[in-house]
């Protein structure tokens, strides 16, 4: 994936760093390192059950500040306007991030806003949804050779959780994107040998009438071969509720289905 699907420009001081452009956000950003043992990446991905998708995960023409860590606290806000003439309000976006790290602890909150209102145009009257918002807590600690992972999100209001697959990918009637979920996230990594075996299960609670829960596990091993080059292999699985449409997915796509596998050569350039 070229430039890891972001295109961006920026500074970077004594006093931080300022980046614009389209740009992975403050919510993904604390997935990938602080909640995900897989990093999201491979089929035990923490994408199966946490909506990190769609404008959740990257956002474009983003304004992002990131403030140098002082006594292990570090943060980061970031801005994306809306684009909708005469409503500074409609369709932007706001996200932001506090983390502490010491030793083997690494803690981060992170939210993520994005209103799905629509200003009205030719013919299109407008329309007021409100603003979708991400809220997570995510923990790592190192013990020994294990470092074990706790994440908790909760998730509120339009378009705060799409799914990864929207092609209906079960059949029957189409899975309905909730709009009032929390999922939680328990995880270990631990060095095997010369590699890192990773693990995680993980909940998905619909709190919407249609009561779309699923429960996912998944489990992976990457071995390195040099500096650059590892092999690496994953297994996913998912539990699918009440016509829930979640997908085993990886870092390059949503999946189709609710288990999958990976098996791979990785080289880093």
Known sequence: MLFNRQS???????????TLGRQTTPYHNALVSVADPFGTGY????????????????????????????????GDIAYSPGEQAGDATAGRQIGASLGYSAGPLNLRLAYNGRNGDTVAAAGTPAVTRGTGSNKLFAANYEVGIVRMYFAVGVDKGYNSAPLGNTSNPYGGAAPTASTDGREVLIGIAA??????????????????????????WGVGYVHPLSKRTALYVAYGSIRNRNGAG????NNSEAGTGDRAYNLGLRHTF
Do not use: C, H
């Open 8 to 18: 961006l420009v920026g500074l970077r001081s004594s006093a931080g760093t300022l």
């Open 191 to 216: 060095r095997i040998s010369q590699g890192t075996l990773m693990a995680s299960v993980m909940r998905k609670d619909d709190r919407t009438a249609y009561n779309q829960d699923a429960s996912t």
């Open 246 to 249: 979640y997908t085993v997915a």
């Open 43 to 74: 089929a035990g991905t923490i994408k199966n059950a946490f909506p990190d998708w769609g404008t959740n995960a990257r956002s474009n023409n983003t304004i992002m500040y990131a403030m140098p860590e002082s006594n292990g606290v570090s």
